[in-house]
C-alpha cells in the first residue's frame, strides 16, 4: 500500500492573508483603541489617567442618554412596523418579466443609490414650511399645519417617512429577490386546486420569503437603530430632544464635548448592545 501523501498546498493563505489585514485595520486595532479610551479619563494626548468602569456606570446613569436609548428603540420598531409591510407589497406589484420589470427595479434601487447626508439634505428643503414642495402642499394644499423645525410630532414623523423612502426599497428588492427563486411548479399546482390570491400568498410566497425577511429584518433593525446622518442634517436632533437618537447623542459627546472616554464607554455599550440583541432576534426568528 502506497504511502505517498500529496504535499499540502497553502498558497490560498495567501488570498486570505489581505481580508486579515483589512478587518484588523478597519476593526480589531479600532475597537482595542475604543476599549483603552474607555477605562480612561483623557485630557490631552500624554494626560490621562484610569478610571475603570467608571465612564460605563455613568452612561448607564445617565438620564438623557436613557431617554436617547428608547427613542431609538421606539423609532426602530416603528421602522419595521412601517417598512417591512410596504417592502412586501412593493415586492409583490413589481412587474416579473420584461421591460417593465428591468424598468421598476431600477426606480426601486435609486433612492438606495443617493448618499446618506444627499437624503437629508433633499428632505430638508423638500418638507420646509416656507420654500418646500413638500410642506406647501400639506399647508397650503392639503390645510394641514406642518412645520417640523418647530412641531416635535411633524419632525419625528418626517424622519420616520424620510426613512421609510430611502430604505423600504431595499425590503423591496430583497422580497423580489425571493420571489423570483420560487419554482413556477408551486403557481402551477395552486392555479390547479383553485387557490386564491390570498391563500397563494400566505401557503406559498410567505414560507418561502422566511429566510429573506429575517434578513431585511435584521438589516433594517440594525441601520434604523444606527441612524444619524439622515436626521443629524434634517433636524440636528431637535426641535428639542425629539429626534435626539443614540448615535447623535454619542456625536455630540465625542465631537462636541470632546469627551474621548466617556464617548468610547458609550460607543462600547452601543455595540454590544446591536450585536447581542441582534443574536436573540434572529434566533428567535430561525427558530419561529
Same mark, same amino acid.
Given at each position: $500500500?502506497?504511502?505517498?501523501?500529496?504535499?499540502?498546498?497553502? +498558497?490560498?493563505?495567501?488570498?486570505?492573508?489581505?481580508?486579515?489585514?483589512? =478587518?484588523?485595520?478597519?476593526?480589531?486595532?479600532?475597537?482595542?483603541?475604543?476599549?483603552?479610551?474607555?477605562?480612561?479619563?483623557?485630557?490631552?494626548?500624554?494626560?490621562?489617567?484610569?478610571?475603570?468602569?467608571?465612564?460605563?456606570?455613568?452612561?448607564?446613569?445617565?438620564? !438623557?442618554? %436613557?431617554?436617547?436609548?428608547?427613542?431609538?428603540?421606539?423609532?426602530?420598531?416603528?421602522?419595521?412596523?412601517?417598512? *417591512?409591510?410596504?417592502? @412586501? =407589497?412593493?415586492?409583490?406589484?413589481?412587474?416579473?418579466?420584461?421591460? %417593465?420589470?428591468?424598468?421598476?427595479?431600477?426606480?426601486?434601487?435609486?433612492?438606495?443609490? *443617493?448618499?446618506?447626508? =444627499?437624503? &437629508? $439634505?433633499?428632505?430638508? !428643503?423638500?418638507?420646509?414650511?416656507?420654500?418646500?414642495?413638500?410642506?406647501?402642499?400639506?399647508?397650503?394644499?392639503? &390645510?394641514?399645519?406642518?412645520?417640523?423645525?418647530?412641531?416635535?410630532?411633524?419632525?419625528? /414623523?418626517?424622519?420616520?417617512? $424620510?426613512?421609510?423612502?430611502?430604505?423600504?426599497?431595499? =425590503?423591496?428588492?430583497?422580497?423580489?429577490?425571493?420571489?423570483?427563486?420560487?419554482?413556477?411548479?408551486?403557481?402551477?399546482?395552486?392555479? @390547479?386546486?383553485?387557490? #386564491?390570491?390570498?391563500? @397563494?400568498?400566505?401557503?406559498?410566497?410567505?414560507? #418561502?420569503?422566511?429566510?429573506?425577511?429575517?434578513?431585511?429584518?435584521?438589516?433594517?433593525?440594525?441601520?434604523?437603530?444606527?441612524?444619524?446622518?439622515?436626521?443629524?442634517?434634517?433636524?440636528?436632533? &431637535?426641535?428639542?430632544?425629539?429626534?435626539? /437618537?443614540?448615535?447623535?447623542?454619542?456625536? +455630540? @459627546?465625542?465631537?462636541?464635548?470632546?469627551?474621548?472616554?466617556?464617548?468610547?464607554?458609550?460607543?462600547?455599550?452601543?455595540?454590544?448592545?446591536?450585536?447581542? /440583541?441582534?443574536?436573540?432576534?434572529?434566533?428567535?426568528?430561525?427558530?419561529?
Amino acid at each position: $500500500m502506497s504511502t505517498d501523501r500529496k504535499p499540502a498546498d497553502n +498558497k490560498a493563505w495567501f488570498f486570505v492573508i489581505p481580508v486579515i489585514i483589512s =478587518v484588523a485595520f478597519t476593526a480589531i486595532i479600532p475597537l482595542i483603541i475604543v476599549i483603552n479610551y474607555s477605562v480612561q479619563d483623557i485630557f490631552g494626548p500624554d494626560d490621562r489617567i484610569f478610571v475603570g468602569s467608571e465612564w460605563f456606570r455613568d452612561v448607564i446613569g445617565d438620564p !438623557i442618554i %436613557r431617554d436617547s436609548f428608547w427613542r431609538s428603540i421606539r423609532f426602530s420598531v416603528q421602522v419595521l412596523l412601517v417598512q *417591512i409591510p410596504l417592502g @412586501i =407589497v412593493l415586492g409583490l406589484a413589481m412587474p416579473k418579466r420584461g421591460w %417593465r420589470a428591468s424598468a421598476a427595479l431600477v426606480l426601486m434601487a435609486l433612492p438606495l443609490l *443617493i448618499p446618506f447626508n =444627499v437624503v &437629508g $439634505m433633499i428632505w430638508q !428643503i423638500f418638507a420646509r414650511a416656507d420654500i418646500g414642495l413638500g410642506g406647501y402642499f400639506v399647508n397650503d394644499v392639503l &390645510g394641514i399645519s406642518y412645520n417640523y423645525t418647530l412641531v416635535p410630532r411633524d419632525a419625528w /414623523f418626517t424622519v420616520l417617512l $424620510m426613512d421609510t423612502w430611502h430604505w423600504a426599497p431595499l =425590503v423591496a428588492l430583497l422580497v423580489y429577490a425571493g420571489l423570483r427563486s420560487i419554482p413556477d411548479a408551486y403557481y402551477r399546482a395552486a392555479e @390547479i386546486d383553485g387557490a #386564491k390570491r390570498f391563500a @397563494i400568498f400566505r401557503f406559498i410566497e410567505l414560507p #418561502k420569503l422566511a429566510g429573506v425577511l429575517t434578513i431585511a429584518v435584521l438589516l433594517r433593525f440594525m441601520d434604523s437603530f444606527m441612524i444619524y446622518t439622515e436626521p443629524f442634517v434634517l433636524t440636528g436632533g &431637535g426641535p428639542g430632544n425629539t429626534t435626539n /437618537f443614540l448615535s447623535i447623542s454619542l456625536t +455630540k @459627546i465625542a465631537v462636541g464635548q470632546f469627551d474621548l472616554g466617556r464617548a468610547a464607554a458609550y460607543s462600547l455599550i452601543f455595540f454590544l448592545f446591536i450585536q447581542l /440583541f441582534c443574536f436573540i432576534f434572529y434566533t428567535a426568528m430561525k427558530r419561529l
